[in-house]
């Protein structure tokens, strides 16, 4: 593992502070991280000390950024920790000002979500056959994904103890180590068993020296050791290679399938943000936008002006803004 970059004392404190004061999880951390180290060289090799920045050094390190290639959103994610950091300077370490107040940030565009079909969700999960302790775990991988909609990082850290099997749900750590109870569906309950069972995780274990937090996890490698969220979607993608939709598959592409059919088939977008840990509704809104063929098909069933003809009667459809013809109705003119 690469050491952590090193940073000046103020971004140590900030990082400090985000962590034990606001609870953010150790991933946005590491990230933050990461960008305040690129940001700090950066100044470095101008010879700019942190309380010098103004408004214009930071437009031009973000041209930098954008001129390296770097993504929209990952320079607005850089952008996020640099204002964070200048106004915990600000407001606890008793700099001047806050450089960063007129920085225009990038434009994101507005991604919607590639959910996969039903259908090819059904591929997904047949994709491993067989009984032996790896297929019985990479199944129930797949199916708990699925069934859950949690994040892949937040599957890796499940330990056994998390699921209540009889209860048929899960607790969850999330984002900012804010714990939710998910529930689990019967396929995924199944799989889950037949790999806690005798002839899955205990024979992968069996033998194999491990740690007390290997010892309580729920997904473990080969070795015997807690699986790593690269560890878990290496099956994911291996999966979807199998069944030939490794084009469609993401990291997160089970998260948003559960989260698009879930709301298809008529749940309440505030009980999908409860099982998504969203904080806020305006995240979990980007699955109504989703489905537009779902959409159009409550459209068509339920507008009286929107059905199709049927077989052998009713009006036709092109010529309903023509008046009918009555006998008689303009027999005055």
């Known amino acids: 593992m690469a050491p952590a970059p090193a940073l000046s004392a103020d971004a140590e404190e900030y990082l400090s502070y985000l962590a034990v004061e606001r609870g953010r999880a150790p991933n946005s951390i590491a990230a933050y991280r990461r960008d305040l180290a690129s940001y700090e060289r950066y100044l470095a090799g101008r010879t700019i000390a942190l309380g010098d920045v103004s408004a214009a050094v930071v437009d031009e390190y973000l041209a930098s950024l954008a001129a390296s290639g770097l993504a929209a959103s990952s320079r607005a994610r850089a952008l996020a ?29 507005e991604g919607v ?76 309950l199944a799989a889950v068993a037949a790999w806690l069972g005798p002839a899955g995780r205990p024979r992968l274990a069996e033998g194999r020296s491990r740690g007390r937090g290997d010892a309580q996890a729920m997904f473990i490698s080969t070795r015997g050791r807690r699986m790593s969220r690269q560890a878990v979607w290496t099956v994911v993608n291996a999966a979807a290679r199998r069944v030939e939709l490794a ?87």
């Not at 640099?82 to 990038?106: K, N, Q, W, Y």
Request: hydrophobic share 40%.
């Open 81 to 109: 920790a640099i204002r964070g950091l200048h106004a915990f300077c600000l407001d606890e370490r008793g700099a001047a000002r806050d450089p960063t107040g007129d920085v225009e940030g990038p434009r994101v565009p």
């Open 113 to 188: 979500p590639k959910a996969l079909t039903e259908a090819e969700v059904a591929r997904l999960l047949a994709a491993v056959a067989g009984d032996e302790p790896r297929a019985l775990r990479d199944r129930a991988i797949l199916e708990l994904l699925y069934a859950t909609g949690i994040r892949i990082s937040e599957l890796a850290g499940l330990s056994i103890a998390d699921l209540d099997g009889p209860g048929g749900v899960v607790r969850v750590l999330g984002k900012g180590s804010k714990e939710r109870i998910v529930p689990v569906g019967r396929y995924a």
């Open 247 to 333: 084009d469609r598959v993401t990291p997160h592409v089970l998260r948003h399938s559960f989260a698009t059919h879930l709301l298809d088939h008529g749940a309440d977008i505030r009980v999908v943000q409860e099982l998504l840990g969203h904080a806020s509704i305006t995240t979990t809104q980007v699955y109504t936008k989703v489905s537009q063929e779902h959409l159009r098909r409550v459209y068509l069933a339920a507008h009286p002006r929107a059905r199709r003809r049927r077989a052998g009667g009713g009006g036709n459809p092109a010529g309903a803004g023509r008046a009918a013809r009555v006998p008689g109705r303009h027999g005055a003119n």
